[in-house]
């Protein structure tokens, strides 16, 4: 699971190395619906006789990332034509008859722009002080995917909560005080609220179709679903813990909050979300 690691570390950058001390970020913890969906690890797995899934979510945004092992003696193919990432019971499907150009600008006055690998949405973050400068690359998506036996794949697509926060307004979550990642001795302001799959906010599926055959027919469908069980806002302190060292001449932190079956979004006006809330009191 090399891939779901190498994501993982690239995502903290933002938070590592973050220069706002106020910055607050909220955390997500999800739970499977499926009985067969079981914790194995870091990562929730799915596994039948035929097919081993594999799941990580952590990243800004959340981001469904897994990894899909043929574990037979013969080929099976995965039909994106027929299969979808379900929110809310909206379905966004996996294949579109187009081509898609995947970009990423850098501009001194604009934004750094990126939708690697992401179709649906186009994620931004302030570029100040950068030349401009821009490179696109242009790929037709495959309507199907061949998978040899004893083999695996690996699919990173769709972006979880592709919003700048969850409103936890003072009648959706309550104050906790916990003692404080970076010093154990302190305690800090914790906002949180937990669901049950019934008034669980987030729900989301995995929808896919396969097949031994690549004409698609025999198919087979698998039907992975999660939901979003908890949020806790935390200050960028509690969520880095203890300061562990330095990577060229940055200092590097714990981050004990990571966990590959949970996400985070990134609150990058906490000022107005601050606002919002003290309405409240």
């Not at 592709?162 to 009648?171: I, K, R, V």
Request: charged share 25%; proline share 5%.
């Amino acid at each position: 699971m090399k891939f779901l690691k190498f994501y993982f570390y690239l995502g903290l950058i933002p938070v590592i190395f973050a220069g706002c001390s106020s910055f607050h970020i909220q955390v997500f913890e999800t739970k499977p619906i499926n009985a067969d969906i079981v914790t194995t690890g870091e990562n929730f797995v799915f596994e039948n006789d035929s097919i081993k899934l594999t799941y990580s979510f952590w990243g800004d945004k959340g981001v469904l990332t897994y990894s899909l092992e043929n574990k037979l003696d013969k080929p099976i193919y995965v039909d994106w034509k027929s299969s979808s990432f379900i929110i809310n019971g909206k379905k966004f499907d996996y294949w579109e008859e187009k081509t898609i150009s995947n970009t990423v600008t850098t501009g001194s006055s604009t934004e750094l722009t990126y939708r690697i690998p992401y179709k649906y949405y186009t994620v931004s973050v302030s570029s100040q002080g950068f030349e401009s400068r821009s490179n696109s690359v242009t790929e037709k998506p495959e309507k199907s995917t061949f998978i040899p036996p004893h083999s695996y794949m690996e699919k990173m697509t769709f972006l979880i909560y592709p919003y700048d926060y969850f409103d936890l307004n003072c009648n959706s979550a309550k104050t906790e005080m916990e003692s404080s990642r970076d010093n154990p001795k302190k305690k800090t302001k914790v906002y949180a609220t937990n669901f049950e799959e019934k008034n669980s906010p987030i729900k989301f599926r995995n929808y896919l179709s396969f097949s031994f055959s690549e004409d698609g027919s025999k198919a087979f469908h698998l039907d992975n679903g999660f939901y979003v069980s908890g949020i806790k806002e935390v200050s960028r302190k509690y969520f880095r813990g203890k300061r562990v060292g330095r990577v060229d001449g940055n200092p590097t932190y714990e981050t004990p909050m990571i966990n590959m079956k949970n996400f985070y979004v990134e609150i990058l006006f906490p000022r107005d979300n601050f606002n919002r809330r003290n309405k409240c009191k």
